[in-house]
């Protein structure tokens, strides 16, 4: 158990359709990274966010957004949904160092 | 830019044998290095890292990981397979000198162990 927990565990959905996903952090960490993990793409980085703000983005669509909260949870707003968008999402988070700790992830169905 | 070449997506070793998966990064600034383990239906797992210090890495379950500059490697080894070793692994490449500390995945190795 790497202390990242992701909720829900699995989501079925349909396509043109709206969800978020939930991350909370290890305690004490203050970044948390998303990424995306498909068959034909791979693990890719999404986006990072330290202390509430955003640090950095990878390839995040522009119908994909996140945001992190006070509390340092964070969570990923999927909108307009494809079937494409089906993939595992994890969370990862770190204090400000080198090793991110990953969650159990979020299975992703679009149907 | 940083990236990963993991060359082999499938392994196949018998169980007591020598694990080898290799990795080879790229990258513009010293990197750091990682390996991932996942198994079905789970998270990652952090196997070990490489951040310029001992340049032989060890980590969890008997895996280590040898930083070589000059062959741009960062291949992970086991002496002896177990049953319990068969899962996907990833190596990861982090531009973390540069202030952004990203992951950057290579396409993953399943290792199969044969009884």
């Known amino acids: 158990d790497s202390g990242v927990t992701q909720t829900p565990k699995h989501l079925i959905t349909a396509t043109g359709q709206r969800v978020t996903l939930r991350c909370s952090p290890r305690s004490g960490d203050l970044s948390v990274y998303w990424y995306q993990q498909s068959l034909d793409q791979g693990l890719q980085f999404l986006i990072h966010?330290?202390?509430?703000?955003?640090?950095a983005k990878g390839n995040i669509l522009e119908r994909f957004s996140a945001q992190q909260f006070p509390d340092l949870h964070s969570e990923l707003n999927l909108s307009s949904l494809e079937l494409g968008d089906s993939a595992l999402y994890f969370c990862a988070s770190s204090v400000q160092t080198d090793t991110q700790y990953f969650g159990p992830g979020t299975r992703l169905t679009v149907l | 830019a940083q990236s990963v070449t993991q060359l082999g997506s499938h392994v196949s070793v018998s169980e007591g044998a020598l694990v080898l998966l290799r990795c080879n990064y790229s990258s513009s600034v010293p990197p750091y290095l990682f390996w991932y383990v996942q198994y079905p239906n789970q998270g990652l797992q952090l196997l070990l890292k490489y951040t310029s210090a001992a340049t032989l890495v060890k980590g969890i379950n008997g895996f280590e990981a040898e930083f070589k500059k000059s062959e741009t490697s960062f291949h992970l080894t086991k002496p002896s397979a177990h049953m319990s070793d068969a899962a996907e692994y990833f190596c990861a490449v982090s531009p973390f000198q540069t202030g952004a500390n990203n992951l950057f995945f290579g396409t993953g190795t399943r290792l199969t162990v044969i009884p």
């Open positions: 966010y330290y202390n509430g703000e955003e640090r």
